[in-house]
């Protein structure tokens, strides 16, 4: 096995430590978005989309075509379809007990109140 602990390994988790871009991810699952229409699908400002669909993107789990308002984006297949295989083997053989999803109106209360919090990261 390669070194595991590298700066980019950590930026990918980082980025998707995080229930807005996991919900922006899973909007996207249905098919290519503008800001505003995952922004709705999500009860979301899209200031906030904004902010983390940079993130998603800076790590190419998401990618865009387009400009200015007609920018749309989708998930890059290539790493998402593999990544979610992976985390579903790994919750069915050893997270049974997870695989209960929050209800829709608690997600979406603590996704607005992540989503208000500033976060920091410190790199040494």
Do not use: W
Not at 72 to 88: D, G, R
Not at 108 to 120: D, F, G, L, R, V
């Amino acid at each position: 096995m390669k070194e595991f602990c590298t700066e980019a390994y950590y930026m990918i988790f980082v980025t998707l430590a995080n229930r807005t871009r996991l919900a922006i991810i899973d909007s996207l699952k249905d098919g290519d978005k503008t800001v505003s229409e995952i922004a709705s699908s999500l009860e979301q400002t899209e200031d906030v989309v904004s902010s983390n669909i940079l993130h998603l993107a800076k790590c190419f789990l998401v990618l865009s075509s387009g400009s200015g308002k007609q920018k749309t984006y989708c998930l890059n297949k290539e790493i998402i379809e593999p990544l979610s295989e992976q985390l579903e083997f790994h919750v069915n053989k050893y997270c049974p007990g997870l695989t209960k999803c929050v209800p829709a109106d608690k997600l979406k209360e603590y996704m607005k109140s992540e989503a208000s919090k500033m976060t920091y990261i410190e790199h040494e």
